[in-house]
């Protein structure tokens, strides 16, 4: 069964920090795009960042651009997500998501295949 199971999230101060790590199981993705994603209440899931499969390109939202760095270990099967510099706006459910179909960094949420159950970040001003 693949799993994907993300940790690192919880409530900050603005302008504080957080690390997500999404850890797959089940089957490896070292040859696949991975990506963060993040949905808060009444909203829309959006793009946050995306690698692709050797890490070696990443892509951002424009919202997260020079705040976040997303990052892959693909020896330890895991992603990712340093966010700096945290707003009130940031506060979501973040998820996780990992493509079957592409190598190349992806943006939109159909291009991802397995999806963990997200965590919550809460950024309080």
């Known amino acids: 069964q693949v799993q994907l199971v993300e940790s690192g999230g919880g409530l900050v101060q603005a302008g504080g920090s957080l690390r997500l790590s999404c850890a797959a199981s089940?089957?490896?993705?070292?040859?696949?795009?991975k990506g963060w994603f993040r949905q808060a209440p009444g909203k829309e899931r959006e793009f946050v960042a995306a690698?692709?499969?050797?890490?070696?390109?990443?892509y951002y939202a424009d919202s997260v651009k020079g705040r976040f760095t997303i990052s892959r270990d693909n020896a330890k099967n895991t992603m990712y997500l340093e966010m700096n510099s945290l707003k009130p706006e940031d506060t979501a459910n973040y998820y996780c998501?990992?493509?079957?179909?592409?190598?190349?960094?992806?943006?939109?949420?159909?291009?991802?295949?397995?999806w963990g159950q997200g965590t919550q970040v809460t950024v309080s001003s």
């Open positions: 089940g089957r490896t993705f070292s040859n696949y795009a």
């Open positions: 690698i692709n499969w050797s890490g070696g390109r990443t």
């Open positions: 998501a990992a493509s079957t179909l592409y190598s190349t960094v992806r943006s939109a949420a159909g291009d991802y295949t397995y």
